[in-house]
């Protein structure tokens, strides 16, 4: 194992890091095993939209989709893009932030 900038071996963090991984990852899957597995998932809009008519019975929505009702399919697949544009997009500022970080270390000039 490597050590941190301190000296010590960062074994003990790592192995509470899997850990943790471990009984997140196994959470989730009790979790998702105690739900319905029939029921559909409901996007915000939806409840949004029966919340609003609980309280105003008038209400009408001022807009509509652009595009209509869309096959799960599709639904699925612009999900999927979502979240990969936002996982490079997260990336990309962690290692521009990073690399920000370690080019400052590098210039810093040394005393001694």
């Known amino acids: 194992m490597s050590t941190g900038s301190n000296g010590r071996s960062m074994a003990p963090m790592v192995i509470a890091l899997l ?26 809009d939806g409840q949004a939209e029966e919340v609003i008519t609980e309280i105003h019975e008038d209400y009408e929505p001022w807009f509509s989709p652009l595009v209509g009702e869309l096959p799960g399919e599709v639904e699925s697949g612009l999900f999927a893009l979502q979240a990969g544009l936002g996982g490079i997009v997260l990336g990309g500022a962690i290692g521009w932030y990073a690399g920000r970080q370690r080019g400052r270390k590098e210039t810093q000039p040394t005393t001694g």
């Open 19 to 44: 850990g943790l991984a471990i009984v997140i990852a196994v959470g989730s899957l009790l979790f998702g095993y105690s739900r319905d597995a029939e029921a559909e998932f409901g996007g915000a």
